[in-house]
């Protein structure tokens, strides 16, 4: 398979999750919308080509784990998840809907193929090492990759997590930052500046780089091989747009909160081009 | 306890590869031996709780049993939400132990006074809540929580407090363990208090009035049985706790009762829900509470005195007993 090819695959995958996002989003009356659209691409990446997984045996003691720290962006993963046959399409209809196991925050109970739940912001990257350090101490070559949101980075304890990783040279560790620099009220930087990022992460001990997180190339490239460096956890700073590939939600704070009206579906799905 | 603990915690490792001891910068003199023979089943997360409780439940995850390990409220308090919704939400195999529960550290000062973690610990789902009262109950009970899946908190003293039972006293979590037998008073102790009132029951005894003293080890799971079967076969009960009075075994027995169709007298003896100013040691701190043997003596007599129930011994006559509890 060529790589033209495998980008136009991913591409059509990314589209597909998109669609069921707007459309879960929707039918909920959800919010965090712009939140799950800006980190479809590297979802896609990820469960499409880097995560050993196998929908058959979602507990394979060998499986790579993926925590969504950021858990808001739950819908996004349950649509990924229902496209490589975790979980049935028609569960997605159910989500954020009374008696469902898909809840608003990503939820490991009922769901196949979750490994965490989260919703408070800052425990994934904790867990995360936690999972790392079995790994390692097992002597099991699986990997840990964890998405952390940029407003995360605020937490505490994210960055006790970010001095445990490379002081145990937890190799086996991806954090993926998603770099939309929007937050719940303002931008990142006037919120409380992360800037620079990069070096923060680097002079934690972290091998870094930054992509553009909605080049599907890139990020396969960023993925690809982990670890970039031996003895180091790797920290991807990817560069995206909240609310990307729908035009009139994209770098917009109003929708962190606002739900699509029928119209906006609409508006979503056109652009999206829903086949038929 | 901590020795009886650690020393249990060794033994147990030799053949359960699956324990491990995640410890927050705390522990000098006591973890170097485990550190030493379970390099790769020791870790010291530094001073960063919050992480430390992330890790054990990313550990347990994975198929280990994790014993986090710190002092005073810093292994619960500080790292409160980690533990509903790393471990808990999860089911996860962690153990949170906690040493110097209570008043335990004494003149440090409140920061280090673990006095609300009872409560907290005991609302959170899935949680099992262990205070063993004395080194044995200590030992057993890190050997039980080791074969009970889940959570689980075990609230330790410090160390040297002397021993209550006889080494083969049968422990089961949940169910309380009768120090004496009958009795027309209950005194049900956890933790800490246990050796305290055991000698309080003693001096009860000499002044003629028999308290059946129950060591309620596991504060949640509750040993209901044993406070009904108290509340039917004794005229009142007492809790006695190192703890606040809201929220850890006084409450927990006080919802049982309650919620019964019985009736019986009930205080519950522990320290009062405000902060004071006042610095001492561990037996000072406990005088001023009034949960030294004496000051046990004192607010029981002083109870029994007001609800009608004691006899006419001049040194339990109501108002002396009240005006030194007062």
Same mark, same amino acid.
């Given at each position: 398979m060529g790589e033209r090819t495998a980008i136009a695959e991913l591409a059509e995958l990314a589209r597909k999750i998109r669609c069921h996002v707007v459309r879960m989003a929707h039918r909920a009356r959800s919010s965090h919308i712009g939140s799950s659209l800006s980190v479809v691409d590297l979802l896609a990446v990820l469960y499409a080509e880097i995560l050993r997984v196998n929908p058959s045996e979602p507990n394979w003691p060998d499986r790579d784990r993926f925590i969504l720290s950021k858990g808001h962006a739950a819908a996004c993963v349950y649509a990924v998840l229902a496209e490589k046959g975790f979980v049935p399409f028609e569960s997605l209809d159910t989500y954020y809907q009374n008696g469902s196991a898909l809840a608003g %925050?990503? /939820? =490991?109970?009922?769901?196949?193929?979750?490994?965490?739940?989260t919703g408070s912001l800052g425990h994934g990257l904790g867990m995360g090492c936690g999972m790392a350090l079995a790994a390692r101490r097992d002597r099991r070559t699986y990997r840990v990759f964890v998405l952390l949101s940029d407003g995360e980075c605020d937490e505490g304890s994210t960055w006790e997590a970010a001095l445990f990783a490379p002081h145990h040279q937890l190799d086996n560790l991806v954090a993926i930052v998603d770099y939309n620099k929007l937050q719940s009220l303002a931008t990142t930087e %006037? /919120?409380?500046?992360? $800037?620079?990022?990069?070096?923060?992460?680097?002079?934690?001990?972290?091998?870094?780089r930054e992509i553009n997180g909605h080049d599907l190339a890139e990020i396969q490239s960023a993925l690809e091989i982990i670890p970039w460096q031996a003895g180091r956890p790797s920290c991807v700073i990817a560069h995206t747009v909240k609310g990307k590939g729908v035009r009139f939600m994209e770098n917009a704070i109003l929708w962190h909160y606002r739900h699509l009206d029928d119209d906006e579906l609409q508006r979503a799905l056109e652009e999206l081009k829903v086949p038929g | 306890m901590k020795t009886e603990f650690i020393n249990t915690l060794l033994k147990l490792a030799e053949s359960d590869e699956r324990i491990h001891l995640v410890v927050g910068d705390v522990g000098f003199g006591l973890v170097e031996p485990?550190?030493? =023979?379970?390099?790769?089943?020791?870790?010291?997360?530094?001073?960063?709780?919050?992480?430390?409780t992330a890790i054990a439940a990313g550990l347990a995850m994975c198929g280990k049993v994790v014993f986090t390990y710190s002092i005073g409220n810093f292994p619960t308090l500080r790292c409160l939400e980690q533990i509903r919704s790393d471990v808990c939400y999860h089911e996860a195999d962690v153990k949170i132990v906690s040493v110097g529960g209570g008043l335990g550290y004494g003149a440090l000062g409140i920061s280090h006074h673990a006095t609300e973690d009872i409560a907290v610990m005991r609302a959170l789902p899935c949680m099992t809540v262990v205070v063993p009262g004395d080194?044995? $109950?200590?030992?057993?009970? /890190? =050997?039980?929580?080791v074969d009970h899946p889940g959570p689980a908190y075990l609230r330790l003293g410090t160390r040297g407090e002397p021993p209550v039972h006889k080494a083969d006293?049968?422990?089961?979590?949940? $169910?309380?363990? =009768?120090?004496? $037998?009958?009795?027309?008073i209950t005194l049900i102790a956890t933790g800490t208090m246990l050796h305290n009132t055991a000698q309080a029951a003693e001096r009860l005894a000499q002044k003629g009035i028999q308290a059946r003293v129950l060591s309620m080890h596991t504060v949640k799971p509750l040993d209901v049985e044993a406070v009904l079967a108290a509340a039917r076969e004794t005229d009142a009960i007492f809790t006695l706790e190192e703890h606040s009075i809201l929220g850890g075994l006084g409450s927990a027995v006080a919802e049982t009762l309650a919620e019964s169709r019985l009736h019986v007298w009930f205080k519950r003896l522990g320290i009062p829900p405000n902060f004071t100013s006042v610095v001492g040691s561990h037996e000072y701190l406990k005088q001023t509470y009034l949960l030294s043997v004496e000051g046990i003596v004192k607010q029981i007599a002083s109870s029994l005195c007001c609800w009608g129930l004691s006899n006419s011994d001049a040194e339990l006559s109501c108002g002396a007993a009240a005006a030194r509890v007062s």
């Amino acid at each position: 398979m060529g790589e033209r090819t495998a980008i136009a695959e991913l591409a059509e995958l990314a589209r597909k999750i998109r669609c069921h996002v707007v459309r879960m989003a929707h039918r909920a009356r959800s919010s965090h919308i712009g939140s799950s659209l800006s980190v479809v691409d590297l979802l896609a990446v990820l469960y499409a080509e880097i995560l050993r997984v196998n929908p058959s045996e979602p507990n394979w003691p060998d499986r790579d784990r993926f925590i969504l720290s950021k858990g808001h962006a739950a819908a996004c993963v349950y649509a990924v998840l229902a496209e490589k046959g975790f979980v049935p399409f028609e569960s997605l209809d159910t989500y954020y809907q009374n008696g469902s196991a898909l809840a608003g %925050h990503i /939820t =490991r109970s009922g769901v196949s193929g979750v490994d965490a739940s989260t919703g408070s912001l800052g425990h994934g990257l904790g867990m995360g090492c936690g999972m790392a350090l079995a790994a390692r101490r097992d002597r099991r070559t699986y990997r840990v990759f964890v998405l952390l949101s940029d407003g995360e980075c605020d937490e505490g304890s994210t960055w006790e997590a970010a001095l445990f990783a490379p002081h145990h040279q937890l190799d086996n560790l991806v954090a993926i930052v998603d770099y939309n620099k929007l937050q719940s009220l303002a931008t990142t930087e %006037h /919120t409380l500046a992360l $800037e620079p990022l990069a070096d923060k992460w680097r002079a934690f001990g972290w091998s870094v780089r930054e992509i553009n997180g909605h080049d599907l190339a890139e990020i396969q490239s960023a993925l690809e091989i982990i670890p970039w460096q031996a003895g180091r956890p790797s920290c991807v700073i990817a560069h995206t747009v909240k609310g990307k590939g729908v035009r009139f939600m994209e770098n917009a704070i109003l929708w962190h909160y606002r739900h699509l009206d029928d119209d906006e579906l609409q508006r979503a799905l056109e652009e999206l081009k829903v086949p038929g | 306890m901590k020795t009886e603990f650690i020393n249990t915690l060794l033994k147990l490792a030799e053949s359960d590869e699956r324990i491990h001891l995640v410890v927050g910068d705390v522990g000098f003199g006591l973890v170097e031996p485990f550190a030493g =023979r379970f390099p790769n089943r020791f870790l010291n997360a530094g001073v960063a709780e919050q992480n430390m409780t992330a890790i054990a439940a990313g550990l347990a995850m994975c198929g280990k049993v994790v014993f986090t390990y710190s002092i005073g409220n810093f292994p619960t308090l500080r790292c409160l939400e980690q533990i509903r919704s790393d471990v808990c939400y999860h089911e996860a195999d962690v153990k949170i132990v906690s040493v110097g529960g209570g008043l335990g550290y004494g003149a440090l000062g409140i920061s280090h006074h673990a006095t609300e973690d009872i409560a907290v610990m005991r609302a959170l789902p899935c949680m099992t809540v262990v205070v063993p009262g004395d080194p044995i $109950e200590a030992g057993l009970a /890190t =050997r039980a929580l080791v074969d009970h899946p889940g959570p689980a908190y075990l609230r330790l003293g410090t160390r040297g407090e002397p021993p209550v039972h006889k080494a083969d006293v049968s422990f089961r979590l949940g $169910e309380a363990i =009768r120090v004496t $037998e009958e009795g027309v008073i209950t005194l049900i102790a956890t933790g800490t208090m246990l050796h305290n009132t055991a000698q309080a029951a003693e001096r009860l005894a000499q002044k003629g009035i028999q308290a059946r003293v129950l060591s309620m080890h596991t504060v949640k799971p509750l040993d209901v049985e044993a406070v009904l079967a108290a509340a039917r076969e004794t005229d009142a009960i007492f809790t006695l706790e190192e703890h606040s009075i809201l929220g850890g075994l006084g409450s927990a027995v006080a919802e049982t009762l309650a919620e019964s169709r019985l009736h019986v007298w009930f205080k519950r003896l522990g320290i009062p829900p405000n902060f004071t100013s006042v610095v001492g040691s561990h037996e000072y701190l406990k005088q001023t509470y009034l949960l030294s043997v004496e000051g046990i003596v004192k607010q029981i007599a002083s109870s029994l005195c007001c609800w009608g129930l004691s006899n006419s011994d001049a040194e339990l006559s109501c108002g002396a007993a009240a005006a030194r509890v007062s």
